[in-house]
């Protein structure tokens, strides 16, 4: 309804709801009856009235889409790897450790052999 960027753009706006990190929600209002909206902030009027359109009154708990930041930094990772980089370089590029990253490139391969891995 308002494109995936903006969508992905007000979910990665929004608060943590609750003790869950993993958990976001956002209340659309019946109406925007001010400028100064946080919605208006984060989407624009346009975008924002959209929302009001077709979720009015509702409360949303989209996912938090962290599954495309995950898999996008794997990626990176593996491109580094194909580069020459040590796996420690990798981490510290990365922020993750090195144990974590190890697992990351050697999870790729049992993938790519039919294997899978937990």
Known sequence: ???RDQA???IGSLPQ??????RVCV?????????????VRILGWNDANKLVRAFSG?????SNCRFIARAARDR????MAADG????????????????????LV???????????A
């Open 85 to 104: 980089l040590s796996v420690g370089e990798i981490a510290h590029g990365v922020n993750l450790s090195t144990y974590r990253v190890r697992e990351i």
């Open 58 to 62: 509702m409360i949303l708990q989209p």
């Open 27 to 39: 209340y659309i209002p019946k109406r925007l009856p001010e400028v100064d909206h946080p919605l």
């Open 107 to 117: 999870g790729e391969t049992a993938r790519g052999r039919g294997m899978r891995c």
């Open 17 to 22: 709801s609750g003790s869950r990190a993993w």
């Open 76 to 79: 990176r990772i593996r491109e």
């Open 8 to 10: 992905l753009h007000l």
């Open 1 to 3: 309804m308002i494109g």
